[in-house]
């Protein structure tokens, strides 16, 4: 909202929080209101997440990616996410840490699983991971094997990882 983008610009990028101000050009985003970016067609989403979030479609000819993370993983957005090229998605938590998934609106492998499933995604990079994991988030549950069968070039993102698509 327009409060928000106002500390944004005043307040967090600008001293004493950051050395310099913003200075580009920015612009209220509507969910669910289509917008143009670089040539990009993008459609939001709003999502399950406890204070809001939204879900981004980037569509390009013959290409499109979409952004989801904060999200409950209820799959309202199905239909959003169908048929995408790339699916950057949120995987907080693996499936024995449901509960705290759902309190906090999240989500597990299952969940996961369940969208590239249905939605049927052509492949999917996890991110979003819960601070406390020490392991890969690929290896940590059996259910990311299955993952892996619909999506063989799965990958969990990390810094610096560029996916073609």
């Known amino acids: 909202d327009a409060a928000?983008?106002?500390v944004v610009q005043n307040s967090l990028f600008d001293s004493p929080l950051f050395p310099l101000p913003l200075s580009w050009p920015t612009v209220t985003i509507e969910p669910e209101t289509p917008f143009e970016i670089c040539g990009a067609q993008v459609n939001t989403f709003l999502l399950t997440h406890p204070g809001g979030s939204l879900a981004y479609r980037f569509e390009w000819p013959g290409k499109s990616l979409a952004y989801v993370t904060d999200t409950a993983g209820d799959g309202r957005y199905l239909d959003f996410v169908r048929g995408v090229d790339l699916l950057v998605h949120e995987r907080n938590?693996?499936?024995?840490?449901?509960?705290i998934a759902a309190v906090s609106g999240h989500c597990t492998s299952e969940q996961v699983l369940k969208v590239v499933r249905e939605a049927q995604v052509k492949n999917i990079a996890l991110t979003h991971f819960n601070p406390l994991t020490e392991h890969e988030p690929l290896e940590e549950d059996s259910l990311l094997a299955s993952l892996l069968n619909l999506c063989p070039q799965a990958v969990s993102a990390r810094d610096g990882l560029?996916?073609?698509?």
């Open 93 to 99: 938590f693996s499936d024995s840490l449901h509960e």
């Open 4 to 6: 928000t983008l106002d």
């Open 162 to 165: 560029v996916v073609e698509f």
